[in-house]
């Protein structure tokens, strides 16, 4: 069974940076897809960033382009989210997300959500 536990999250100003991590288990040697999503209150889940095992391709959410970063370190089963230049609009709790064996895009499931989900971490950025 997969598992996915979120940490990094906690309050900042407008411009400051956060590092969120994941750390996964349970995929043993397939491939997976893996990557963060978030939800802000009153809104709908939106796709962050996620990243491909077979061909570490990366895929990010066009409001997040250019200040988020997304990594991973496969001998410690971490995924990471440097979030750099934050906004009050970057408010929200930061899911894990997952897919083992995944069949599409990292695009679609960005769009579309993953298999298996943390319980969230809460980012507040402060104006």
């Known amino acids: 069974e997969v598992q996915l536990v979120e940490s990094g999250g906690g309050s900042v100003q407008a411009g400051g940076s956060l590092r969120l991590s994941c750390a996964a288990s349970?995929?043993?040697?397939?491939?997976?897809?893996i990557g963060w999503f978030r939800q802000a209150p009153g809104k709908e889940r939106e796709g962050v960033s996620c990243?491909?095992?077979?061909?570490?391709?990366?895929y990010y959410g066009d409001s997040v382009k250019g200040r988020f970063t997304i990594s991973v370190d496969q001998s410690k089963n971490m995924v990471f989210l440097q979030m750099n230049s934050l906004k009050p609009g970057d408010t929200a709790v930061y899911y894990c997300?997952?897919?083992?064996?995944?069949?599409?895009?990292?695009?679609?499931?960005?769009?579309?959500?993953?298999?298996?989900w943390g319980k969230g971490t809460l980012v507040i950025v402060s104006s």
């Open positions: 990243i491909m095992s077979i061909d570490s391709s990366i």
């Open positions: 349970g995929f043993g040697f397939d491939p997976f897809v």
């Open positions: 997300g997952a897919v083992r064996m995944p069949t599409y895009s990292g695009s679609y499931y960005l769009h579309y959500g993953m298999d298996y």
